[in-house]
């Protein structure tokens, strides 16, 4: 039971990562890693928001799209769901917790439209997950999203000083690190 | 109730989605009631951004009434301790255009750090009074000496004294003010492709 939880958190820590295997929440990767302190309040942010928002658009799902046969509503219900559990968690967090809505603030109305999040709601449904797995892969993905932000960033620090030739400057060194992350990645696949 | 609904689809997926909006607008309702917070946080996030030396050449007592000030709709080049890098992130916070430091206000210098003459001193603790951070340590007719980490090096423990005992000696770079310096870029580099080769 439990090296179940276990496989399925490596699974989707590395194995199926979210950002560089199933491609999802690229637009943070790209735009938030510029420094690695930001990427870490990015990944902060994201970790508490995904598992959230995966649990709860499990409930959703399981205690009122399904008994009322209204399942084709999912993608517009978790959207609503997951825009409420980003406003609620930013308005008890500035209340609760002024230093920690100073490292998260900025990132948490972002991640309402971080992609990454919708997938995990809707991947839960499509592979049938119950409300434990559902807490682990939202976990898992959010741990997975934090790992290459944070090692993205690592790397894109190194890059601004290094001697990239004119063309592949900025943006372009970028896309092309991520490439190779991605590539790396792939060699997780027969892990699990 | 239930079959009412399972029997007219689209009734239910109104009702269900109307619903699920009420009951969330309820529950921000609710949050943003109970966890009203005080203050403008503007104005914190402005305040973070200016050195903190609290010199005064704004023409504001102090860093957060300037902060207040320019989340009024301020100018945001009046701060000199700051410099050029403090107006760029105001105006990126403020998604305003940078604009050049305000002269009227005094030039851009490297940070310093105050320090007296300590044999000159006569302790008459004028400076002391003038130090808008407490960083100048000492009592009347005795010798006072500066909390160097303390020290914004705002220059305003300069002007009283009587003996003219105060340096401004530049502050010295620690491990943490250490950079990486940016790489030359190198004469052949431009050899490297095809097109810049043609182009040069």
Not at chain 1, 11 to 23: A, C, D, E, P, R
Not at chain 1, 56 to 84: E, M, N
Not at chain 1, 136 to 149: K, R, T
Request: net charge negative.
């Amino acid at each position: 039971m439990l090296a179940d939880y276990a496989l399925l958190l490596a699974g989707t820590v590395l194995v199926n990562n979210f950002v560089l295997v199933q491609f999802l929440g690229l637009c943070p990767f790209m735009g938030v890693s510029n420094k690695l302190e930001t990427a870490m309040g990015m990944s902060a942010a994201t970790t508490f928001v995904l598992t959230l928002a995966s649990v709860c658009s499990y409930l959703t799902y399981t205690w009122l799209l399904v008994p009322l046969d209204l399942t084709y509503l999912r993608t517009i219900s978790f959207i609503l769901v997951i825009a409420v559990v980003v406003q609620f968690t930013e308005m008890v967090v500035r209340k609760s917790s002024p230093l920690l809505h100073r490292v998260l603030g900025v990132y948490l109305p972002l991640i309402t439209t971080n992609c990454a999040v919708l997938g995990v709601a809707l991947l839960n449904i499509n592979q049938a997950h119950n409300f434990t797995q559902s807490l682990f892969y939202g976990f898992g993905a959010a741990v997975g999203f934090s790992l290459v932000l944070v090692l993205f960033a690592a790397m894109r620090e190194r890059l601004t000083v290094a001697d990239v030739p004119e063309p592949f400057q900025g943006a372009a060194i970028g896309m092309i690190t991520a490439g190779l992350a991605s590539l790396a990645f792939m060699g997780f696949a027969g892990l699990v | 109730m239930l079959t009412l609904l399972q029997s007219h689809p689209l009734l239910a997926a109104l009702i269900a989605l109307l619903g699920l909006g009420l009951a969330f607008g309820a529950v921000l309702g609710y949050a943003s009631v109970r966890f009203r917070t005080e203050g403008n946080p503007l104005v914190d996030q402005i305040n973070q951004l200016l050195p903190q030396t609290q010199c005064g050449q704004c023409g504001h007592p102090g860093c957060k009434p300037y902060a207040t000030a320019i989340a009024e709709g301020g100018a945001i080049n009046k701060c000199p301790p700051g410099g050029q890098e403090t107006i760029d992130a105001l105006a990126d916070l403020l998604d305003v255009e940078p604009q050049t430091l305000d002269a009227e206000h005094g030039e851009e210098k490297e940070p310093n750090v105050a320090y007296i003459r300590e044999d000159e001193c006569i302790g008459c603790t004028k400076c002391i009074q003038a130090c808008p951070v407490d960083a100048i340590l000492g009592a009347a007719k005795l010798m006072h000496t500066v909390i160097a980490d303390e020290c914004t090096g705002c220059d305003l423990c300069v002007e009283p004294c009587p003996v003219d005992c105060i340096d401004m000696l530049p502050r010295k770079g620690g491990i943490e003010h250490w950079r990486w310096e940016l790489p030359v870029p190198s004469e052949n580099r431009k050899d490297l492709i095809a097109t810049d080769r043609a182009a040069a």
